[in-house]
């Protein structure tokens, strides 16, 4: 386990090995994760660098970021989820941290743009003087999750539970209620489906 000094406060990076059976040999390999301080620093730092270079910058943060943030019902993610603007500045300002602090290059990304919606819906979750941080609103952070997630994906499974209890949705219909808000019913699949009646026959 590393420490690194941000802002003043020690910061513990976790990486954790990890055993992969491939082919008859065992493979390791390093994960990375950030819990809920972590990722407050980070985008303090990010602010910072903004600020160094007086722009100014906007976030919207989606998926287990916005979990272990507002719910706390996660103690850690991989990496911050997220779209932002200007994105070729912040781009620049996440590989700049990245190489600063020894962390993963994507600790911060925008790979869940293929999911967004054009009727997506965020709330301000945070104001630094360079950035403002907005989150998902927790009826679009359920649609997202819903079609983008994986039943062997354990982290995803308890996010799309604790959402659908935290908005008090009792059935099937209620869910894709929910869903059908944001995205049309065509990318709504049948793998999709048996996902959310899995989760509410399990509650």
Do not use: H
Not at 12 to 27: A, E, P, S
Not at 112 to 117: A, D, E, R
Not at 137 to 142: H, I
Not at 159 to 168: G, S, V
């Amino acid at each position: 386990m590393k420490k690194d000094n941000i802002i003043g406060k020690v910061v513990l990076k976790r990486y954790f090995i990890i055993l992969i059976q491939l082919g008859g040999m065992r493979i390791m390999e390093e994960k990375y994760f950030m819990n809920r301080e972590e990722i407050l620093e980070y985008l303090k730092i990010l602010n910072e660098k903004l600020k160094e270079k007086n722009k100014y910058g906007e976030i919207g943060l989606v998926g287990g970021a916005v979990m272990c943030l507002c719910y706390r019902s996660r103690e850690v993610t991989r990496d911050i989820d997220a779209i932002y603007e200007p994105k070729e500045l912040i781009n620049k300002c996440i590989k700049e941290t990245s190489e600063e602090f020894n962390i993963p290059t994507d600790w911060l990304n925008d790979g869940v743009k293929g999911f967004l919606s054009e009727k997506a819906e965020f709330k301000q979750y945070l104001r630094f003087s360079n950035l403002v941080v907005n989150v998902a609103k927790p009826e679009y952070m359920l649609a997202m999750k819903c079609l983008s997630s994986r039943a062997e994906n354990a982290n995803e499974v308890e996010d799309i539970k604790y959402l659908i209890k935290f908005l008090n949705l009792k059935s099937y219909e209620e869910v894709e209620k929910v869903i059908v808000k944001y995205y049309p019913t065509e990318r709504f699949l049948i793998k999709t489906r048996y996902l959310i009646m899995e989760v509410l026959d399990s509650e």
